[in-house]
């Protein structure tokens, strides 16, 4: 009787605690089952708050015909994975977000932006920015590969610069006399090339609206490629853009935008223009009379292209708008000036006749010792 009141008792543990851990199992499927409906809720949520729908749309309603596989929508898994979640270790930098370095499963480096959206009214701004780069195909451009939209703030992945710095990290990492003349035409002739492409050559034409020498990448060839395409706007038959964004006091926006609040190519050629002072005086004045000391290690061609250079930016911060050059009349220009060398850094440079530099002398005042000091008057 013992053994089988025993018998009956241990049958009865059994089976509870099998009972127990099959209950266990249940509620830990359900709060698992739980769990991830909350976060797929949560990931439709963030992928339409970070504008989802509006880049499908944009995409459905204009497909990428050239290659409609060359981007991707990756998963936050992924993004955590290339990016070892965020380490700070992989922080590249931070402007209108951060940025970090990360390694794709590929194998390929790419370069991660997490966009901090503190206002949801910039989400089309982001959107903006992907896809305009999506629209566009050229080797003095950053090259966007995919985005994120899984996560609280949206994210963007380019390709990888490697050495990647900014044309301000170079300008101010040194007294800018010492940076070789070459280098400097070579960034001056690409991120104009870039900018034709914008204006002119791209599918759609594109206006850039924020260019500055923080947007200038240099990589590791010396080679130019612009970025930070955040508040960029495409071109439709108009030939301006009434704009409400206006970065008020920025040194390199168009004084013309300010006023009337429409921005054209006159604007982007504005902003090239107090790059290439940048370039040539380490900082940007485009409003007093600049005195440009041409420095002393130019042989007498190199100061030749300084002058036509100099005479060059005077155009394109000329206040009156319709006087400036177009980016296509600039390429014409610096191929000229360049002439018969070849500039080392240059993405697109070629050989080509020499321009007369007697022009440059009787349009803009040339001071040929060498050391000397070229006045321009910029507005």
Known sequence: MHEGLKSHTAFYYAFAAVLTLVMIIIFWCIFRKLKQKR?????????????GNLLVQKLTAKPL???????KLFSLEEINRATKNFSPEFLLGHGRGRVYKGKLEDGRMVAIKKVIVSDRSRVPQFITEVDILLRVSYIGVVSLIGCCMDKKHPVVIY???????????LIISKDVSEIPWTLRFGIIFDVAHALNYLHFESPEPVLHRDLS????????????????????????????????VVRRG???????????????RASD????????????IGKVETENLVDILIPKNLDDKEELEFTAIAHLAR?????????????REIVFKLKKIQGSRRTTSGIASSSVVYHDASEYEEESPLISNRGGLLRQQIT
């Open 250 to 264: 920025t040194i390199y926006t168009d004084p013309a935008v300010i006023f009337t609040n429409r921005y054209e």
């Open 269 to 280: 050629v504005y902003s090239f223009g107090a790059i290439i002072v940048e370039i040539l």
């Open 213 to 244: 020498s923080s947007n200038v990448l240099i990589n590791n060839e010396d080679r130019a490629i612009l970025g930070d395409f955040g508040i960029a706007h495409l071109l439709t038959n108009d030939e301006s853009h009434v704009t409400s």
């Open 39 to 51: 976060t797929e809720r949560r990931r439709r949520r963030n992928f339409e708050d970070n504008g």
């Open 315 to 327: 155009e394109c911060l000329d206040p009156v708008p319709t006087e400036r050059p177009t980016m």
């Open 159 to 169: 390709d990888y610069i490697e050495d990647g710095r900014t044309l301000f990290d």
């Open 65 to 71: 015909l050239e290659d409609p596989n060359r981007f």
